[in-house]
């Protein structure tokens, strides 16, 4: 399993902006995708975006054009920019990487959006 931490969560009022990092145990050039994925209270998980390691990305609709995931290798760290927050993206958010052999999860971390 690959260790994913999450951290950037926090509360923020609707229209505003945060940016999530998730750091991670290994070269995230040698894994296969990275995403994120959030949790709201009493909904399923849901997928948000990920990112392949060749650089190809994919958002939900519900995020797209607002939100941005992107990957810096030199720090093993992937991110999402969250823009134009409204109430509907409050949730745990989290990473999600898939290698040749496993998927792994972080933690999560709290995304409250309220004014």
């Known amino acids: 399993q690959v260790q994913l931490v999450e951290s950037g969560g926090g509360v923020v009022q609707p229209g505003g902006s945060l940016r999530l990092s998730c750091a991670a145990s290994v070269s995230i050039s040698s894994l296969l995708v990275m995403g994120w994925y959030r949790q709201a209270p009493g909904k399923q998980r849901e997928f948000v975006a990920h990112i392949t390691s060749g650089g190809p990305t994919t958002y939900a609709d519900s995020v797209k054009g607002r939100f941005a995931i992107s990957s810096d290798n030199a720090k093993n760290t992937l991110y999402l920019q969250m823009n134009s927050l409204n109430s509907e993206d409050t949730a745990v958010y989290y990473c999600?990487?898939?290698?040749?052999?496993?998927?792994?999860w972080g933690p999560g971390t709290q995304v409250t959006v309220s004014s």
């Open positions: 999600y990487a898939r290698s040749a052999i496993v998927s792994s």
